[in-house]
């Protein structure tokens, strides 16, 4: 329990000021993490700790879990119509400097919870975004980047990544499909998109308006299963807010004392093992943004509070 018995800080990382343009009523809610970080600001929940703003991923980082063929048509602004349609956003410089920026965020927050015990990004979670192409918002899969990073830094040989976003890690767990080193578990809706599922190394689908009991137990356990089949160095927490009954895209109907039980659970239990967490936010679509806000804003609350 070395790293949690010494935390002293939580390090909180943020990159909502590299903004991607969006046509007028693209249901993207890009505005969501600078309302985030102005009310993680306003609490001061990083302790007098300045937030921070990371270095972008370089190409050497993103090519860990990336094909070199899909990067250049990234970066170069030659992706395929289908390719960009399969994203959801257009193709900007912009796009490119965010999708970097939240890659790097992720890895910064890796290193800083492997040194001090937890730490926190304020955006990432982009789990369906495959080696060689993106889909559904995602451009980079940025826990996948981070956790390889972590392994060629040697900071990490073993990594769970914990996907608690409504919509199945499906990018993630093709990333890893071979990998015995990065154990890839996801909580979601079954009937909800990705609509062709991918295999995780563990999946739990839940049925329509699954609530908050049902999902706090299946959680447990397949936390408990995802430690133990595991044995990570480091987790990292796709810490969704798209499971709330409130949410356009979620199908399920956890509330948000529900949302925050999860975020508990999960950092008591890193906690008690003594594992390093890495949290980043995934998604959120709720019908008034402010809940997106809210349930992102407890996430990042309860880890600050892991400070001793
Ligand atoms: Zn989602």
Redesign the pocket.
């Known amino acids: 329990m070395a790293a949690w018995d010494s935390l002293i800080t939580v390090q909180i990382f943020y990159t909502d000021q590299f903004v991607l343009p969006l046509p007028d009523g693209h249901r993207f809610p890009m505005e969501k993490y600078a309302m985030l970080r102005a009310r993680v600001a306003a609490a001061n929940l990083s302790g007098g700790e300045p937030l921070r703003v990371p270095e972008r991923a370089n190409d050497q980082e993103i090519l860990l879990a990336h094909d070199a063929a899909y990067l250049q048509r990234v970066v170069s602004g030659t992706l395929a119509a289908s390719e960009i349609r399969r994203i959801g956003f257009p193709w900007t410089a912009q796009m490119v400097e965010r999708s970097r920026r939240s890659s790097g965020t992720t890895i910064e927050t890796c290193r800083s919870a492997l040194d001090e015990g937890v730490a926190v990004s304020l955006a990432g979670?982009t789990?369906h975004a495959f080696r060689d192409h993106g889909a559904?918002y995602c451009v980079f899969n940025d826990a996948a980047i981070a956790a390889l990073v972590m392994q060629f830094e040697d900071r990490a040989r073993r990594v769970l990544i914990v996907d608690c976003?409504?919509?199945q890690g499906d990018g993630t767990a093709a990333i890893f499909s071979d990998d015995p080193s990065v154990f890839t578990f996801s909580i979601h809706a079954g009937k909800n998109?990705p609509f062709r599922k991918g295999e995780s190394d563990l999946d739990v689908a839940l049925a329509d308006s699954t609530g908050d009991e049902l999902y706090l137990s299946l959680l447990e356990d397949g936390i408990s299963h995802s430690f133990s089949a595991s044995q990570p160095d480091l987790v990292i927490y796709l810490a969704?807010a798209?499971p709330f009954e409130g949410d356009r895209?979620?199908r399920l109907s956890l509330s948000k004392r529900g949302l925050a039980r999860r975020d508990q659970m999960l950092f008591s239990m890193c906690g008690d093992l003594g594992v390093p967490v890495a949290v980043v936010m995934?998604?959120?679509?709720a019908h008034h943004i402010e809940d997106t806000v809210d349930i992102h804003f407890n996430t990042v609350r309860a880890a600050a509070s892991l400070r001793k």
């Open positions: 979670g789990h559904g976003d409504v919509h998109f969704g798209d895209l979620g995934a998604g959120g679509y």
